[in-house]
């Protein structure tokens, strides 16, 4: 087949659906399992109209423009080094004047047989475009970066504009905390908008954090928190959560080498993870202690995932 020939397109600021040209069931661009977490992988699902299919695109000047996710405040990234293969992820930053360059993205269009389609490039490299992964248009068929080969059905994709609000499409408490023991991060939303994302180290294998649904039971600066009698300990932090009674909470962990935590990832945890607690960073564990008490309930639900 040919290649189209792709010129710049001029995409007015809004919200989105990203739909692929693959034939088919129409299938969206969408963040894996709807998460509120930077680093959380894309992929393509049935178009559905909710919040983790819509992305809200501006142009940064210069050609440039970037995409962020209306459920999680998340903007689209290429993973690693932009080279064939390369995943496509969501990750926070907190102002486009803050975006890397994995994060721009030139965005081409091209009419075939009659209709217009939309291409996008990431500012790391020319030669790649986002692509579905195997051209395979099925649920989960994750989003990477392909050899610009425009010809191809798979690197096309449509634009149909749409609108949001937080309060009408999200399920629950617009004020909640979410832990992700597999990303090891944790999100505050406070009214649907994103107040604080911060890596974090959880339970060791050995003492894991527990899943499920909880609710603050208290907050308190300069505590002492003691561990259950089968598993006792004695720890002063400066900002403290709790979650859970027998001694679970989010707290500051400064004795935790967090510049090496970030290095090394999710799997830090593994070596040097907590009794069961959520270990934070002492300026995340301030904002967490200061939001939930500008909050002033008791009952902000902490949803704990595998």
């Not at 189209?4 to 989105?16: M, R």
């Not at 006792?232 to 009674?245: E, G, I, L, N």
Request: proline fraction near 3%; aromatic fraction near 12%; hydrophobic fraction near 30%.
């Amino acid at each position: 087949s040919v290649k189209p020939k792709l010129s710049d397109a001029k995409v007015a600021t809004g919200y989105y659906y990203l739909t692929t040209a693959l034939s088919g069931s129409k299938r969206a661009i969408t963040v894996k399992d709807a998460s509120y977490f930077g680093g959380a992988k894309t992929e393509i699902q049935n178009y559905g109209g909710h919040g983790s299919q819509k992305w809200y695109i501006k142009s940064i000047g210069s050609g440039y423009y970037l995409l962020r996710c209306a459920r999680s405040d998340n903007y689209l990234d290429v993973r690693g080094t932009s080279k064939k293969k390369a995943i496509i992820q969501q990750t926070y930053l907190s102002s486009a004047s803050k975006a890397t360059n994995s994060q721009k993205f030139k965005i081409k269009q091209a009419t075939v047989n009659g209709k217009v389609y939309y291409y996008f490039i990431p500012k790391t490299s020319s030669k790649y475009m986002i692509d579905v992964h195997g051209s395979k248009n099925k649920n989960g068929a994750d989003l990477i970066l392909w050899k610009a080969n425009s010809a191809s059905k798979a690197v096309r994709f449509n634009l149909t504009a749409t609108t949001w609000s937080n309060s009408s499409t999200r399920s629950g408490s617009d004020t909640f905390v979410q832990v992700d023991l597999s990303l090891q991060k944790l999100v505050l939303f406070v009214n649907g908008a994103k107040k604080l994302e911060s890596n974090v180290i959880t339970g060791r294998p050995s003492k894991p954090t527990p899943t499920g649904n909880f609710h603050v039971i208290l907050i308190a600066k300069n505590y002492t928190m003691n561990g259950p009698a089968s598993d006792p300990y004695h720890s002063f932090c400066k900002y403290v959560a709790k979650f859970k009674d027998n001694g679970y909470y989010m707290h500051d962990a400064s004795w935790q080498n967090w510049s090496k935590r970030a290095k090394t990832g999710a799997s830090y945890r593994k070596t040097h993870g907590s009794h069961g607690c959520v270990n934070m960073p002492t300026s995340a564990a301030k904002k967490l202690y200061d939001t939930l008490k500008a909050v002033k309930t008791m009952k902000t639900p902490v949803i704990i995932t595998k």
